[in-house]
């Protein structure tokens, strides 16, 4: 199975780091504990009065009468009572009428007023008024700053309504040397390079172009696998020109509410005119691009929406506006005819997993920063890893440096760069993954009929390594190696492959009489191997040469795919054809198997002795047999699902 991961990795951006926003509970939690002190200063002014002991204003009469009050101290119709022995208490004179008054009715009479200071306070200043309104006040107060508190978090987060129809993209400045991408950068993808060089140079001379009548494309689509290093490819033009670079997803132009797209396009396109010359990139144009029509909406989601308006802009330029769009996809097929006709997206460039030149020139460049051993040979590196994408051969180079670091080692060697390779394709070793005494044998059967039937078939890959030691999802193993490095395969190489993949299947049947799971994944590989030859490849004679469906399907209502847009009994013959190219790639494995059957023994015995066998060690076995080895030159993987 071969193992496709992302390619080019972009440098480590440098620029501006957004502000992280605090947990909104976080926030929650303040504004409770704010309250909490609030609610303490209410209750120290509202209430502080309360300490006193409050007593009748008949009972005040009595008093007053007894000759054992010392003042009394009148604000407004609250009394504060001195005594002769220093204690304070509280009361309250009746509305309408003045204390003295009062007291008459109670029966005091004048000379027991004579020993008794009555002061009267004027209900007036600004202390009486703080006093009296505070307490109804600070509720209002706590609930006006409890919504501008949380106002303020949303805000933070980008969720209010006025910033929703501002750009999100990220602008990375020409100065910013840290950030800065060119070419030199960019390993491989010349001709991909070749294509932009004419775009940096009307960036940084226009006049020529203008002066001679020319129009520089509006716009410019990357197309490739995911990982080929569009987005770095994109970063390295505006680097090499020196302009603006407006960054952001597709994604991030569509939210919840109906007209935001839209907005979100405006406001980037008036942003980078204002910048211009300067270049916008939006990355996974897809996201947003797809063919129109397809939603249960009559169209008018807000998708669509989003789609029209970067149509409109883009129809707004000028031929010397100076803004050139780029955009990125890895399905090229489902966008929109509108969106890549010429006069929008005039270009189209497609970027390929790097070969094997390639391959050494990337891992020279992410070799930079790392010590590597005198062994180290990063052309064999590369002759090992067709079909590693530049981020794959990123991962492979930092796996290399974690395992020499996790030894305690100073430097990368040789070792640690192969074993990287296996670790990028399947993952860690599952030492933990123990194997019962039967599991472990089937499991070496069932890798050693990979291997056997890959070294007699004249047509498949030859073997390069031969484990049953678990990694990922894969319980073993077998990796070969295609003589030479191709863009083509035929139609024998293909039914070789699949017998080469049930070869595990058959193995399993043959030595046990029955099967296990072991083999789920060799069957879907070698199911969809033999479909492709019948419904895209044409390599059916019962078929014929008719491309009956493409590699990702075709469009159909609701953007759901359509996988058969042929006939019932089209299908029936497709599914015939699938049945008899899987049950002849059991017979030529069963073939071989059965004339090889000491070979295959002497592999899985070898296996389950040693676990991993190495090259030159399962050549040595071959050859003892009868079979030579094939020249190994690049690797591929079957694994053992």
Avoid at 68 to 73: A, N, Q
Wanted: with cysteine; charged share 30%.
């Amino acid at each position: 199975m071969d193992i496709n991961f992302l390619n080019q990795k972009e440098p480590k951006s440098k620029g501006k780091k957004s502000k992280e926003n605090p947990k909104f509970g976080g926030n929650i939690i303040g504004a409770v504990l704010i309250f909490m002190v609030i609610t303490a200063l209410y209750l120290m002014i509202s209430g502080g009065s309360k300490k006193d002991v409050e007593i009748s204003i008949s009972d005040l009469a009595k008093s007053v009468t007894a000759g054992e009050v010392k003042s009394i101290l009148v604000e407004g119709e609250n009394l504060k009572i001195t005594y002769k022995d220093d204690s304070v208490k509280i009361s309250k004179k009746e509305a309408g009428s003045s204390l003295t008054q009062t007291f008459f009715n109670y029966g005091v009479k004048p000379e027991a007023l004579i020993g008794t200071n009555i002061e009267v306070k004027s209900e007036s200043g600004f202390f009486y008024w703080i006093v009296n309104i505070l307490p109804f006040l600070l509720p209002i107060v706590f609930i006006v700053f409890l919504f501008w508190y949380l106002s303020r978090q949303v805000k933070g987060a980008g969720m209010q309504a006025f910033t929703f129809g501002q750009s999100k993209a990220r602008i990375t400045d020409p100065n910013d040397k840290n950030n800065k991408v060119t070419f030199k950068n960019v390993a491989g993808c010349n001709e991909a390079k070749e294509e932009f060089k004419e775009i940096v140079d009307f960036l940084k001379n226009p006049k020529k172009f203008l002066d001679i009548g020319a129009r520089i494309p509006k716009g410019v689509i990357l197309t490739g696998a995911p990982g080929t290093g569009k987005t770095l490819l994109a970063r390295a033009v505006a680097g090499e020109a020196g302009v603006p670079f407006f960054h952001l997803s597709g994604s991030e132009f569509v939210e919840m509410f109906v007209g935001v797209g839209a907005s979100r396009v405006r406001d980037l396109f008036k942003m980078a005119k204002k910048s211009a010359p300067a270049i916008i990139f939006m990355d996974e144009i897809d996201a947003i691009g797809r063919t129109r029509g397809g939603g249960f909406g009559g169209g008018n989601d807000e998708r669509e929406q989003t789609l029209n308006q970067i149509l409109v802009e883009m129809d707004g330029f000028e031929p010397n506006e100076k803004v050139i769009v780029m955009a990125a996809t890895n399905r090229p097929d489902v966008l929109d005819p509108a969106l890549v006709r010429p006069g929008r997206f005039d270009r189209k460039v497609i970027l390929d997993l790097p070969d094997r030149v390639d391959r050494e020139e990337i891992l020279k460049i992410h070799a930079v920063s790392k010590p590597l051993a005198e062994d180290v040979n990063l052309k064999l590196i590369a002759e090992r890893t067709p079909g590693f994408s530049g981020a794959d051969l990123y991962s492979l180079m930092n796996e290399g440096a974690i395992l020499a670091a996790r030894e305690n080692r100073k430097k990368v060697s040789q070792f640690d760069l192969i074993r990287a390779i296996e670790k990028v394709m399947l993952g860690p070793e599952r030492k933990s993954h123990l194997f019962s005494k039967k599991e472990k044998e089937i499991t070496a059967y069932h890798e050693a009929g990979h291997a056997v039937v890959a070294s007699v078939l004249p047509y498949a890959d030859p073997v390069h390594k031969v484990s049953i030691i678990a990694r990922g999802n894969a319980g073993g193993y077998t990796l070969k190696l295609p003589l030479e490095e191709r863009k083509l395969q035929s139609k024998k190489e293909f039914i070789d492959d699949i017998a080469m993949s049930l070869g595990g299947y058959v193995a399993e049947k043959m030595i046990f009489g029955d099967i296990t799971t072991g083999p789920s994944s060799d069957l879907q590989m070698a199911t969809g191997l033999a479909r492709a030859m019948v419904t895209r490849w044409g390599m059916s004679d019962v078929i014929g040469p008719m491309a009956l469906s493409s590699e990702g399907g075709k469009i159909g209502w609701g953007d759901r795919r359509i996988e058969n847009d042929y006939s019932e009994e089209v299908s029936r013959k497709v599914d015939s054809e699938v049945l008899r190219i899987i049950t002849d790639g059991i017979t030529s494995a069963e073939k071989v198997l059965t004339e090889h059957r000491k070979l295959l023994d002497a592999v899985a015995k070898k296996l389950i002795e040693v676990e991993n066998l190495e090259q030159d060690e399962y050549e040595k076995i071959i050859i003892a047999h009868g079979i030579m080895p094939k020249k190994l030159e690049e690797a591929k993987l079957e694994i053992r699902g």
